[in-house]
């Protein structure tokens, strides 16, 4: 079973500043997802990667398949962007489920 | 399109009683699946399925049942419920399974008392 590991649990930072929310995970896989939980509850995809990087306005996320390591990046950051950070990942074969692995995601607060 | 719709938002649960969790998606997925997250903890799947008339048991199935009639329809039953079960459902779909992007209903908070 695929050990899904974010850091940091917890991140406040200031209006405008650049974060960084890191995933690891223990075996190789076929696809990583970054999801947002806002406090409503609702959460929503942001990103699927399975190589290289991918940039949707502020929001860059990157994959190191060899280094078995992703990071989502948010630049110029906004109270908006407060939220609960998701990774989840897809094992190469898939499996019977063909589900995700999930994080417990990174919980961040951009205060004004 | 809704999407994928969930009912109902909240509920609140004897220990015993059953219950149905709703779900329904818009945008013909043949894969579903429900999930269910507690404070601390990673979603983690209890039941899926790849398309109608097939379900198969996720990480934690014990006590919850499915089945999946429709194409749009995947219902969650809860047999028996008990405080261990109390958490947030959620209910998601993806054209096929987790190599595909993921939607997800708005959840249900579940109380066992």
């Known amino acids: 079973k695929n050990e899904v590991e974010q850091s940091p649990q917890n991140l406040t930072a200031q209006e405008g500043e650049f974060i960084t929310i890191n995933c690891s995970y223990s075996v190789g896989i076929s696809a990583l997802h970054w999801l947002q939980q806002h406090p409503g509850g609702g959460i929503v995809s942001l990103f699927m990667l399975s190589s290289g990087k991918k940039k949707h306005g502020r929001l860059i996320a990157t994959i190191n398949i060899q280094e078995k390591h992703s990071s989502l990046h948010i630049t110029a950051s906004h109270p908006r962007d407060s939220a609960v950070y998701i990774c989840a990942v897809r094992g190469v074969s898939g499996g019977g489920a063909d589900g995700l692995t999930f994080g417990k995601g990174t919980h961040l607060i951009i205060q004004p | 399109n809704a999407g994928v719709t969930q009912t109902p938002k909240f509920q609140v649960l004897k220990t015993g009683q059953s219950m149905t969790l709703q779900c329904a998606q818009d945008?013909?997925?043949?894969?579903m699946s429900w999930y269910r997250q507690d404070p601390g903890m990673g979603l983690r799947l209890i039941h899926y399925s790849v398309g109608a008339g097939i379900t198969d048991q996720g990480e934690v199935p014990n006590g919850y049942n499915v089945s999946r009639s429709t194409t749009e329809d995947f219902p969650l039953r809860l047999l028996s419920a008990a405080p261990s079960q109390t958490s947030v459902y959620f209910c998601?779909?993806?054209?096929?399974?987790?190599?595909?992007?993921?939607?997800f209903g708005p959840g249900t908070r579940l109380t066992v008392t």
């Open positions: 998601a779909s993806s054209i096929s399974g987790g190599a595909y992007e993921q939607y």
């Open positions: 945008m013909n997925h043949e894969y």
